[in-house]
């Protein structure tokens, strides 16, 4: 493979969220809820989850790296940029089944990491679900620390 990494592009919206929607089975808070609940709304967990890459274009466009070879797409990582914090965000992350465990997503976290030190930032923040054994592991292996854990509730109204 040989793997470039390269900007978001509008068309390739469908593509990344297909990416992140089957990355993120067993490992979403969205399908947790669907779980315990079932749809809502008429929208299943994926629906929701999808829609996450919506808020990180429209928070960040150009904070979206994409890994591509050749015209095929193998994953990307979204950032955002908290200036006055001086704390770069990392929403998301994700790889084609095809693609994990090469590298592959070190490599896009150590560019998202290189973002933030480039505009000046001095700390990022990523997170997981205690169950993401991968990120878990990924995550401290590039020098992210564990700082608190979340429960996520949801009620039925
Ligand atoms: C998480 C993800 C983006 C990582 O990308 P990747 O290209 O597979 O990651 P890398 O190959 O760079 O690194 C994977 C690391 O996890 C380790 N790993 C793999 N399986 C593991 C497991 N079951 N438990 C612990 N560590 C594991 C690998 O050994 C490697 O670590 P090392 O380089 O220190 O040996 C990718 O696997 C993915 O898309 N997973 C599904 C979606 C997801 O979990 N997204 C993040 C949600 S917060």
Redesign the pocket.
Known sequence: MAIEFRGYRPDDLPTLKHIMVE??EG?SIDQGIELEFGPINNHDWRWRKARHLDDDVARDRDGIIVAVDGDQIL?FVSTWLDREAGLGHIP?????PE???????????HLALQRFRDAGLTHAK????AQ???????YQ?VGFRPVAQQVHFVAEL
């Open positions: 990355a993120f490992v994953g998301n992350i994700s790889i084609v693609a994990r465990g090469h590298g592959l997503g070190r490599q896009l976290l990523i997170e997981t679900l993401n054994q991968i990120g878990n592991h990924l292996a």
